[in-house]
């Protein structure tokens, strides 16, 4: 399969997406506090994230959330989601490397959607945040 | 529920009790720099979602999660013993989001279940925002999903 997608008809079951390596910098959740919301420091600050007793700033849930979303986009730029859950298994960790992996698990042709299971996972290979989404493609 | 099984008695009193009954009504006005700047922290590459200026700028589906109502239960839910733990968002999406406009939120229970685990039950509250646009039409639902570890207390 192709990097990108642009109809159902290039879309194989099965197929995986291309990985993302989405932005859990500090940085970027100072900036999605500042613009967002969810400015906390357990979210921008690691010093005032152990200070509640959790071992680093963690990655807000929303923007999990919204890594899963781009990850699709990125991959089917004409795909519209119609649909997303996302189970937050366990932390993101702010300032550590992260990968999402994505998977198509059924194709509707006759409706133009595609399921897609997605996963964020950290260097050790743990899972940390999973989804499932239904993306509308072209036909 | 997802799946047909035995509900706890204490559970089906408050599904019974709670589930589908509005409890908050908020409006929100979406802002095209706060659109921006959300598809941007997520790594959105599309200017229909980055450039406000954009012919067909909206938000991203999921930018619906970011909008928060004044409470997250009904005033009257009783306290279940346990610290509530954010499990999940979930989206369902029905038309474009659009900078400018004003939105309603209006929030019930959607669902209550168990799991059971090693450290004993689980309650999950899934409370769900139905969004509408200014002329009414249903554009998203936003569900928030809770976990509350500890024995519910009948």
């Known amino acids: ?139 | 529920m997802a799946e047909a099984e035995k509900v706890d008695d204490d559970i089906q009193d408050l599904r019974d009790r709670f589930l589908n009954s509005e409890f908050d009504e908020v409006t929100f006005e979406i802002d095209g720099e706060r659109v921006a700047q959300y598809a941007l922290a997520c790594g959105e590459t599309s200017p229909k979602f980055t450039d406000p200026g954009h012919d067909d700028f909206q938000a991203p589906p999921t930018f619906v999660s970011t909008l928060v109502g004044r409470r997250n239960m009904p005033s009257d839910f009783p306290d279940l013993g346990g610290m509530g733990m954010d499990a999940g968002k979930g989206v369902e999406w029905k038309a474009p989001v659009r900078a400018g406009e004003t939105l309603t939120g209006r929030s019930h229970l959607h669902d209550i279940y168990t799991k059971t685990g090693r450290s004993g039950r689980m309650v999950f509250l899934v409370t769900r925002m139905e969004l509408f646009d200014s002329s009414g039409t249903h554009v998203a639902n936003a569900d928030t999903r809770t976990v509350i570890r500890e024995k519910i207390r009948a």
Request: proline content about 7%.
């Open chain 1, 1 to 139: 399969m192709p990097d990108t997608v642009s109809n159902i008809g290039e879309v194989e079951f099965g197929s995986e997406l291309p990985s993302f390596a989405p932005d859990t910098s500090t940085d970027n959740t100072k900036r999605f506090g500042k613009y967002v919301g969810w400015d906390s420091p357990r979210f921008t600050d690691h010093e005032g994230a152990r200070k509640e007793g959790l071992p680093g700033a963690i990655v807000p849930g929303v923007l999990s959330q919204g890594f899963l979303g781009a990850m699709i986009h990125r991959w089917a730029p004409e795909a519209e989601i119609i649909a997303i859950d996302t189970v937050f298994r366990a932390p993101v960790l702010a300032d550590t490397p992260h990968t999402i992996t994505g998977t198509v698990t059924d194709i509707d042709e006759d409706e133009g959607t595609v399921e897609i299971d997605i996963t964020i996972t950290n260097e050790a290979g743990e899972n940390r945040v999973f989804g499932t989404a239904t993306a509308k493609l072209p036909t």
